[in-house]
């Protein structure tokens, strides 16, 4: 079992920056994907960006194209995601999930507890 811990989360103002990190103890994460998702108050969840467990192939929502960027660290079994010009409507909690979808909608895996990213002026 794969235990996910997120960090990096906070309040940054329009057009800030935020990189998030996941933390996985246990097996390594490329041999499962790694997803990260996000849920908005009165939203539901949605995938924003997910490295794939063969080809370590990457997706990403329409929304954060060109903004986050997803990368990992297999040496140090984390994951991260970087995000550049942020949005009001980037605010969310973000979780990170292992063995995502191939479109990334969802993850049937172990999932973090979350970190808060609030966009705000």
């Known amino acids: 079992q794969v235990q996910l811990v997120e960090s990096g989360g906070g309040l940054v103002q329009p057009g800030g920056s935020l990189r998030l990190s996941c933390i996985a103890s246990?097996?390594?994460?490329?041999?499962?994907?790694i997803g990260w998702f996000r849920q908005a108050p009165g939203k539901e969840r949605e995938g924003v960006a997910c490295?794939?467990?063969?080809?370590?192939?990457?997706y990403y929502v329409d929304s954060v194209k060109g903004r986050f960027t997803i990368s990992s660290d297999n040496a140090k079994n984390t994951v991260y995601l970087q995000m550049n010009r942020l949005k009001s409507e980037d605010t969310a909690v973000y979780f990170c999930?292992?063995?995502?979808?191939?479109?990334?909608?969802?993850?049937?895996?172990?999932w973090g507890q979350g970190t808060q990213v609030t966009v705000s002026s």
């Open positions: 999930a292992t063995e995502p979808s191939s479109l990334c909608t969802v993850a049937r895996g172990s």
């Open positions: 246990g097996p390594r994460l490329d041999y499962y994907g």
């Open positions: 490295i794939g467990v063969r080809d370590g192939t990457t």
